[in-house]
């Protein structure tokens, strides 16, 4: 009994969260939300399960021709009969479905995603840590979009209809200058965000990346690729001596160029959705009747429109976490990190590896709805417009 729980661990943790969802959702119109958003995540996952084991399995060849094609280049003459015998040991001679089936199961009961031909070792084993490595680059790199697009786009969108200079006849002429000189100041910033942020949406990251690089190169320094140089690749994080810091401010130096790289686009992007969000905001009618209360400064600007833009950024963090990790495949070659999005590349353009190919792309998937339904939790709890459309529509 203990070994069946234990092999089947997963599928209990889903049941169970679904249980006390369920017994919370009773009782409280917020829980009913929540358990109706989690049946839909489940809903989805599986649905992008079958897509995803569709399209691999349109891929020419499939993992008993690999073997068998390993076996020929030992020297080893293989028949068809053969061949057809190691279809049937790996279950590969079933219909579609049924593998299909197969592999939703072992997924969702112990999360494993298959066997993958070309390590020839599971896809758990095979992603190892590449994984955890690819989803805190995508991470650092949303971090590194927003703490950059958010406020400087919040800057962008105030200056936007500000004249350069402050002519009011009402403030005294030093008011006058101070004024105008952080008007000056935040048009210029404004500008040259703006040209930033046209250049990120047209130069394609790895363009970004190759231009750093040969930036290196021209000044005759060490290209930051990969995670560690060759003198720490080797070395253990910890020594007899203690911890080894020269191998963390090697790591850093070298990091800083793939968060850099995948988060340019984002920050462009971002840059302009906060600055089109806020601008918007701050056209509407409650703005101005806040305005004509004598709410001004900035004051007017944190309280509503900015307040009131935040929602609608915070729900797009699932996507943007699946746009970052398009940009990371490509990204991952050009730098050389040895990352998921390098392995997904290997396993596609190389090795012809559906079933590792097809863990990646599910892990993706799960990350970004996983955040989608997380936001939506999140939204529910802390935005009232969302809480109160909740409530209003809970069914309760």
Known sequence: MLAFLSDTWLLWLLLATAALLWSRSRRSQLFHYIFNRYLLALGTLLLVSAIVFSLMEVLPGDCAEKMIAYKNTQGEVITEAQLAAERARMGLDKPLPVRWANWVFDLGTKGDLGFSCSKRQSVNAALGDRFWLSFGFCIAGLIFAYLIAVPFGIVSAWSLNKPWLDRKAHHSPVRRVRNSLGLILAKLADLQLRLLSYLGLALPNFL??????????????????????????????????????????????????????????????????????????????????????????????????????????????????????????????????????????????????????????????LVVISMNFITDVVLAVVDPRVRNSVMNGGGH
Do not use: C
């Not at 070298?254 to 806020?278: C, D, K, M, N, S």
């Not at 929602?311 to 699946?322: A, E, I, K, R, T």
């Not at 990790?325 to 353009?349: M, R, S, Y």
């Open 208 to 365: 970004l990346a190759l231009s750093i690089i040969l930036l290196y190169v021209f000044a005759g320094e060490p290209t930051p690729t990969g995670l560690f140089s060759d003198a720490w690749r080797s070395e253990p994080w910890f020594a007899e001596t203690g911890f080894q810091w020269g191998k963390l401010q090697d790591f850093l130096g070298h990091i800083w160029l793939p968060i850099l790289v995948i988060g340019w686009a984002a920050t462009a992007l971002q840059l302009q959705t906060v600055r089109a969000l806020v601008v918007d905001e701050s056209n509407k009618l409650y703005v101005e009747a806040a305005r004509a209360r004598g709410i001004d400064g900035m004051r007017l600007w944190t309280r509503y429109p900015v307040r009131h833009s935040i929602s609608p950024l915070f729900n797009s963090v699932g996507f943007d976490y699946q746009r970052i990790f398009n940009d990371l495949p490509i990204v991952a070659v050009v730098i050389g990190l040895t990352d998921a999005a390098a392995l997904l590349i290997e396993a596609l353009a190389m090795t012809n590896d559906q079933e590792l190919a097809a863990g990646i792309l599910f892990l993706v998937a």
